[in-house]
């Protein structure tokens, strides 16, 4: 048994498990929100209430979101059991099927 002081100083935890999340769902997401920032400071920038670089920032959001959805798309996609995993295009052609049934691919 490790004495109480190293236990104290180095604690052992297990990491939590990860959450299957849908990138481009969240990705699409953030991008309308820049969207929205960007008609929102455009507007401000016309009524010269805010600098023209703000406009710049939140077009440069929009742009880096789009990038990010064709990336999420590309890359990788969701799972067909419903969790909402992604999966890789190539684990999805090394996985066997599921129910057994032969596949056309």
């Not at 929205?36 to 507007?43: P, R």
């Not at 996609?77 to 691919?105: N, Q, V």
């Amino acid at each position: 048994m490790p004495p109480i002081v190293k236990t104290l100083l180095r604690p052992q935890r297990t990491p939590p498990p990860p959450i299957d999340v849908d990138l481009a769902r969240v990705m699409g997401a953030g991008t309308v929100v820049w969207a929205g920032a960007l008609v929102i400071t455009g507007v401000l920038s016309l009524l010269d209430v805010v600098p023209t670089s703000w406009v710049f920032v939140c077009a440069a959001g929009v742009l880096l979101g789009i990038v990010g959805v064709q990336w999420a798309r590309r890359n990788g996609r969701l799972s067909a059991d419903g969790t909402g995993a992604m999966i890789r295009p190539s684990a999805e052609a090394t996985a066997p099927p599921t129910d057994g049934a032969p596949t056309d691919r």
